[in-house]
């Protein structure tokens, strides 16, 4: 799964900025910290990191050209579908929660 998540890391960055959209989580945590955001409202990933097994894909946010940066982990947020990394994406999302849900 290492090997797998640095091939996705480098992927991802090739392609940033990344456009995609909170989840329902995100977004409400985000809103009780004052954010005006939906779960339509389009973020952009600038930089992804690896936090280590722990952590997993962390990434950088940002909305619109909006300065403040939030860091939040890559299974919080929902990508576009017709991105090119879109399957990519998805599948290590499906995996990261299936092994935290084992912890």
Known sequence: MKKKKM???KEM?????????????LQQLLRKKGKDISMETEL???KVFDSGDVGGIVCTILKDKN???VIVSL???????????????????????KNISRI
């Open 67 to 69: 300065k403040e940066v």
């Open 44 to 46: 952009k990933i600038t």
């Open 13 to 25: 960055k090739r392609y940033l900025p990344i456009p995609v959209y909170p989840s329902k989580e």
């Open 75 to 97: 299974t919080h947020l929902q990508i576009k579908l017709t991105h090119p990394l879109s399957d990519k994406i998805t599948a290590y999302q499906k995996q990261r929660k």
């Open 7 to 9: 091939e996705l890391i």
